[in-house]
């Protein structure tokens, strides 16, 4: 059992209770590989936030588990020996799919883990959340649950089309489980085309009603937002003049995330934005510069781009800057 606290993680409880009253939200980005976990730390330290590193069950098998830890563990030392910051950096498994694999992220020294039950029914959901709690808090490991399907892909499980969390179940789920965060479905959907728009037409608002009940029935209590990039247009745009073929890739607006950040909306989730952003860069260094074969050449621009863009959403639309 390795020791989160001994690796300089925290787990979410208090960056929460700080993000609930402060009406900001704490990002959680994930990462698969080097560059991306180095553009996370350093845009997050530059810019004075808290982060939440973020692991799928896809990314531990393509990284390779035991390689993950130990660079979660070389983030921390990276933020505190070379960068001089002390921000709080959580290590969290996104879209946990069995209590198994939530115990495996916690004996590899996860800070926090997200079982993600909302492909099984109520009663099964409640159940399976309530085990994977019951282990993390014996390890003081925060646990984030989920109600509620979002559309596109959660991972290996795909929901067709989104259904809404019910804000009546809500209470009732959190009280049976014991979970620390839950994530809600109000509109967003994971990937770069999240909704199907008539030219000139805007993306339509999120489900705003739908959390103001939630926020009535369990006041304070941490919400996540799941699906939540901006897929910029500007990178859509450098992406497809490079050859890239994301049309009609689009994302939450911006000003609607502020707006969630403000509520008891705590967490928010970009996947996305940063490989949308990188892919943009690369293409362009290919197309730009084609006798280029240093991976460096290619892989430190996108670096640099992914920096700049979450140091952006941390200043201008979660709020985060500034409140490590
Ligand atoms: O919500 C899913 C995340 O974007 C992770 O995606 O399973 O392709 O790593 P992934
Ligand atoms: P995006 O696909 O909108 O970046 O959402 C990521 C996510 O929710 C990861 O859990
Ligand atoms: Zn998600």
């Known amino acids: 059992m390795t020791d989160y ?34 553009a996370i730390i350093s845009g997050c330290a530059e810019s004075g936030s808290p982060v939440i590193l973020q692991v799928s069950s896809g990314a531990r098998k393509y990284a390779n588990q035991t390689m993950l830890r130990y660079m979660a563990q070389g983030a921390v030392a990276m933020a505190r020996e070379d960068l001089k910051s002390n921000i709080p950096i959580v290590l969290h498994l996104d879209h946990g799919d069995t209590y198994e694999l939530c115990v495996s992220c916690i004996e590899s020294g996860f800070s926090s883990v997200m079982i993600d039950g909302s492909s099984h029914s109520y009663d099964d959901n409640v159940a399976l959340t309530k085990k994977v709690v019951e282990y993390a808090h014996k390890y003081d490991v925060t646990v984030e649950g989920e109600l509620g399907v979002l559309g596109g892909i ?149 670096r640099e781009a992914l920096k700049n863009l979450i140091i952006h959403k941390n200043r201008e639309v979660l709020g985060s800057a500034d409140k490590a």
């Open 5 to 38: 606290k001994k690796l300089g993680l925290v787990n979410t409880r208090e960056l929460f209770k700080k993000a609930v009253g402060g009406g900001y939200a704490i990002p959680a980005y994930n990462f698969n590989n080097m560059e991306q976990l180095q």
């Open 154 to 302: 959660e991972d290996d499980v795909k929901a067709e089309k989104s259904n809404y969390t019910k804000p009546a179940e809500v209470e009732d789920f959190v009280k049976k489980t014991g979970v620390d965060s839950l994530a809600i479905s109000i509109g967003t959907s994971h990937g770069a085309f999240k909704f199907k728009l008539k030219p000139g037409e805007n993306p339509p608002p999120l489900r705003f009603d739908i959390l103001e009940e939630v926020e009535k029935r369990i006041p304070g209590f941490p919400i996540v937002l799941h699906g939540s990039s901006s897929v910029p247009p500007e990178y859509v745009a450098l992406c497809n003049k490079y050859g890239g073929k994301l049309d009609n890739a689009v994302g939450v607006p911006e000003e609607q995330l502020r707006k969630a950040a403000k509520s008891s909306v705590c967490k928010i989730n970009i996947d996305t934005d940063g490989r949308l952003v990188m892919t943009a860069k690369i293409r362009e260094v290919f197309a730009e510069k084609p006798s280029e074969f240093d991976p460096r050449k290619y892989l430190g621009p996108a």
